[in-house]
């Protein structure tokens, strides 16, 4: 396991241990905090920092359970594998562990008996003599904690307890963030899956609705051997269930085509750079907006709705020339232009039940954004997909 390292020059030969360099250490922390994406591997390096601070022969960090009831080991050094097989998971409120958690304090004690009871190993006792509890914590919610077993009952100096305050801020902030980052993966996997849902039903569900129903007509004119009506039913049939595959193929692919991690320029370069490759379209596409700040979630619907009316273009437009245009007006309102040079579409009647799908997922993700997209024949020739929506407020309303 890798730790912070600490130049010869840092150890005290009087008491083997460490001093302080507490701005190397907090640097090291930061920096591994911007580049580390294992969260629980840096606690993990950390823990052999934490045990040459205190000079301590032990040590163990454990993590808040889901449930927030128990703590869980996630790396320990020098303990005997014994406790490490049964200190897997503690309660939250045993022990020091569970008085560090309350008082959300580092705490220490030389009275080791509860651990040598609650693990009946003569460790406790023989070669520990003083336990320290540091918890991780962020804005007094507690995270985690760090565990530092000594063989002597000499107190940690106050510089080293200062130094843990400002470890256990850090990490407990990381810890903090990576719950949050977690937490909105899920809210964004359930959101996307709600998006998937929907489109299926609007889709896929209304066509095999549709042939259900056909197929009972079928039926019934197959018994009193209706013969024209049969044939006529018939092709209804094999008409709609060639629109549900098509549906469910065009579906499955839009889902694939996830948007570049860079951001939204990017992915709608590469949405521009695609199209032209698959139909020979070339699109104009030109940024306006100064100051393109839009949270992750924003993007993505912005994303899915270009996608979305490119494909209606593809497909229906049968259009030579194509311009995206992306701006910022000064009411504070994003807006992005899609027009063709195509047929256009009808002031009366959306031509076909595939764009009306379209046109319905188009608004319902511009409703995400609290925004609207607009549809409308051009008055010579094509049409224009307008979305406008308002641009995130600055950090005090401002």
């Excluded at 009316?309 to 992005?336: C, M, P, R």
Aim: hydrophobic share 40%; aromatic share 6%; net charge negative.
């Amino acid at each position: 396991m890798n730790s912070v390292a600490f130049p010869s020059s840092d150890l005290d030969p009087a008491t083997g241990t460490y001093k302080i360099p507490a701005l190397r250490v907090l640097s090291e922390i930061a920096t591994s905090l911007s580049t580390e994406n294992n969260l629980e591997a840096l606690l993990e390096r950390f823990l052999g920092t934490m045990v040459k601070l205190a000079g301590a022969d032990a040590g163990a960090v454990r993590v808040l359970t889901a449930d927030g009831s128990h703590l869980r080991l996630v790396g320990s050094i020098g303990l005997p594998a014994e406790i490490v097989e049964q200190e897997q998971f503690v309660e939250l409120e045993c022990g020091l562990c569970g008085e560090a958690t309350r008082k959300r304090s580092h705490r220490h004690s030389t009275n080791v008996h509860f651990c040598s009871e609650r693990t009946s190993h003569s460790y406790f006792g023989s070669r520990c003599q003083h336990i320290i509890a540091v918890p991780l914590r962020f804005q007094g919610k507690v995270q985690g904690v760090y565990n530092l077993f000594m063989a002597s009952d000499t107190p940690v100096p106050e510089d080293v307890a200062l130094l843990f305050d400002s470890i256990s801020e850090h990490l407990g902030m990381a810890l903090e963030n990576a719950r949050l980052t977690q937490e909105n993966m899920r809210i964004t996997l359930m959101n996307e899956r709600q998006m998937l849902a929907n489109e299926l039903h609007d889709s896929l569900a209304q066509t095999l609705a549709y042939m259900k129903m056909r197929l009972a007509l079928l039926r019934d004119s197959m018994e009193k051997a209706d013969t024209a009506n049969s044939a006529k039913y018939l092709e209804d049939v094999s008409e709609g269930l060639d629109t549900a595959y098509s549906g469910l193929r065009e579906l499955l692919t839009h889902f694939r085509n996830r948007m570049d991690p860079r951001g939204l320029l990017p992915a709608l370069q590469d949405i521009v750079n695609g199209f032209f490759k698959k139909t020979g379209i070339f699109i104009n596409f030109s940024n306006l907006a100064p100051d393109l700040n839009l949270t992750p979630d924003q993007e993505v619907q912005v994303f899915h709705i270009v996608q979305e009316a490119l494909h209606n273009i593809n497909k229906h437009s049968q259009a030579q020339d194509v311009s995206l245009t992306l701006g910022l007006d000064g009411n504070n309102q994003y807006w992005l232009c899609i027009e063709d040079d195509g047929i256009g579409i009808s002031p009366k009647r959306v031509p076909d039940k595939d764009m009306h799908f379209g046109l319905s997922i188009m608004r319902e993700r511009a409703q995400r954004l609290n925004g609207n997209v607009s549809v409308e024949k051009l008055p010579e020739r094509g049409t224009r997909v307008l979305l406008t929506f308002p641009a995130p407020k600055k950090e005090g309303g401002k």
